[in-house]
């Protein structure tokens, strides 16, 4: 026989048929839920109560025949059914709630608090819900909702919005527990009530929506560890509300449980299939409900401790490699970044023999007696201010600063990189020094420097000493001579050794001062460089005359990476 449908639809009968028998059984199955749930938490409080736990499990005994006596008759073939079943299936579970409210009526005639009450009530409200739908119940598988009355109506025993009420009222939030914070998602109110008490007893802290979109709100504002998701729900089901959990990057975290009155395997499959982590059907047994709640909420727990412990390592080993770079940087201050690289890798550096190089020295005119007339932080802040100038100077010529020794400052051309053109690439540096320190004179502050600078050319030991200080240095008669290139110099010029010259000439206009005393008693030859030859600045690209550039290139097959720019001004050139 065909089941009997809601009027209006029977020409869909073969259709609806499937869905019609689903609805019958989740719509039975809810307030059997709610009794069974209510029924075992008063069976845990009734501890010691010898008569209240005898009646408990005799309300728990009837609640699980009516599930069994629904599995039978309802998981048939639609085809399969007759109108007896239907019968049956009225009698049984009518017969049963009757049976459940005499044993509610002994419960509460015994004396107990306010809580066992309330929840006397919830469970009256749910056993009253059993026969009422029971009652309607038609032979050809409806729900009618004119059958009349019961043989023996169930009054419920509370009803939602009376003062004895202890469901949570609105604005009341759940507080903050260790367990883990669970959103359950139900638009039964009874359903939602009978879960959220059974996991506070367990310890967690419970939020509820009662459809798909407030839960989705929830959500947004709130911060959950796992949602408890309804399926069969007005609007949006459970398994929209799924999808849109699944489908929001800051929600992929949230562990989701499908619960429903509707045990059927390709509703489990599709669940898990879209992300659930797993599926309970109603009734819950609570031993499973919290084995599995236990155990998601443990590994969501594992996971979150896992990724906190991989953030902090990540942060550590950023910091690792900030604190690494900031080392490295200060060893590249102190050390050319070649010296610096064969130090990090090898813990030392071998001694280097540099047979062609340009040694550079600056000495301030007057500086005594500039320390005289200033305060020492003034002293230094100058200094810093010059010599800062000077880095940026010799950075921009390639060139390696060496040291500074109290008002002089010590460059090199031509090292660790071995290159032809360090000599003019020197004497371009030398010469926008000079500038520099013009162009910073303060003669309204009383300052108002002069500097000498002394070039040389010539073969050079380098190396790294000390072990707690690292210091690059270094040593041959070179260097002390291009010292005495310094002293032997002019405020505000650029003075040259004769091997030097040599290597410049064809570049720089040189002023020759025939043979010098130096302070050590040694006569040497020596030249003022002037400035660029007038026919090698013409117009160029980006600052680096074009004439200029031709001829590096020639000479020493580069491109020339720097000019000083005060040289492209006529007035440079007298």
């Not at 065909?2 to 028998?21: M, N, T, Y």
């Not at 002994?106 to 006397?120: K, M």
């Not at 979109?213 to 504002?221: D, G, I, N, P, V």
Request: hydrophobic share 40%.
């Amino acid at each position: 026989m065909e089941i009997e449908l809601v009027p209006g639809a029977q020409e869909a009968s073969a259709l609806s048929a499937p869905a019609v028998l689903k609805k019958i059984r989740h719509d039975l199955k809810t307030p059997l839920n709610q009794i069974i749930g209510y029924a075992e938490m008063l069976l845990e409080d009734a501890a010691g109560r010898s008569e209240a736990e005898t009646a408990l499990r005799r309300l728990l005994d009837s609640a699980q025949a009516c599930l069994e006596v629904q599995s039978r008759l309802l998981t048939r073939q639609p085809e399969e059914l007759r109108p007896e079943h239907f019968q049956e299936l009225k009698e049984d579970q009518t017969a049963r709630s009757v049976y459940m409210g005499e044993i509610l009526a002994e419960l509460r005639a015994e004396p107990a608090s306010e809580e066992w009450a309330h929840d006397l009530d919830r469970l009256g409200i749910a056993v009253s819900n059993l026969g009422t739908l029971a009652h309607r119940l038609s032979a050809q598988g409806t729900l009618v909702e004119d059958a009349g009355p019961l043989e023996a109506p169930i009054a419920p025993l509370w009803l939602p919005g009376s003062e004895s009420s202890g469901a949570a009222q609105p604005g009341n939030e759940p507080t903050a527990r260790a367990g883990g914070r669970i959103l359950v998602v139900d638009d039964n109110a009874g359903n939602r009530d009978m879960l959220s008490r059974r996991l506070e007893r367990e310890g967690y802290s419970v939020d509820t929506a009662e459809d798909g979109r407030q839960a989705l709100e929830k959500l947004e504002t709130g911060s959950f560890d796992l949602v408890l998701l309804d399926i069969v729900m007005p609007e949006l089901d459970g398994f929209a509300v799924l999808q849109s959990i699944r489908a929001n990057q800051r929600w992929k975290e949230v562990a989701v449980i499908m619960i429903s009155a509707l045990d059927e395997i390709k509703s489990v499959v599709r669940c898990i299939e879209m992300g659930a982590e797993d599926y309970l059907p109603k009734p819950f047994d609570p031993v499973l409900l919290r084995a599995r709640i236990g155990a998601i909420l443990d590994r969501k727990r594992l996971r979150d401790e896992e990724r906190l412990r991989t953030a902090q390592v990540e942060t550590a080993l950023q910091e690792a490699e900030r604190q690494k770079q900031v080392a490295e940087g200060m060893l590249r201050n102190i050390l050319p970044a070649k010296i610096a690289q064969e130090l990090q890798s090898a813990g030392t550096v071998e001694p280097m023999y540099f047979e062609d190089v340009t040694i550079g020295f600056t000495d301030f005119v007057g500086f005594t007696i500039a320390t005289e007339k200033l305060a020492a932080e003034e002293i230094v802040g100058l200094l810093h201010e010059y010599f800062t100038a000077f880095d940026r100077i010799v950075s921009r010529y390639g060139l390696e600063k060496m040291k500074t020794i109290g008002d002089s400052y010590m460059f090199v051309s031509g090292m660790p990189d071995r290159r032809p053109s360090h000599p003019v690439d020197a004497v371009l540096a030398a010469l926008e020094m000079v500038e520099t320190v013009r162009t910073m004179a303060r003669p309204n502050e009383g300052i108002e420097w002069q500097m000498r600078v002394g070039l040389h050319t010539g073969p050079v030991i380098a190396g790294v000493v000390g072990i707690h200080k690292f210091a690059f240095d270094v040593w041959g008669d070179s260097v002390n001579f291009s010292s005495r290139m310094e002293s032997s110099g002019a405020p505000n010029r650029v003075n040259l050794s004769e091997r030097t010259y040599s290597r410049v000439k064809d570049f720089v206009r040189c002023t020759p001062r025939g043979r010098v005393l130096t302070k050590d008693g040694r006569e040497a030859e020596m030249f003022f460089a002037d400035g660029v030859y007038e026919k090698l600045i013409d117009a160029g690209v980006e600052g680096i005359p074009g004439a200029f550039a031709r001829r590096y290139r020639i000479y020493f097959q580069r491109a020339v990476h720097a000019f000083p720019a005060f040289l492209l001004r006529p007035e440079s050139h007298p």
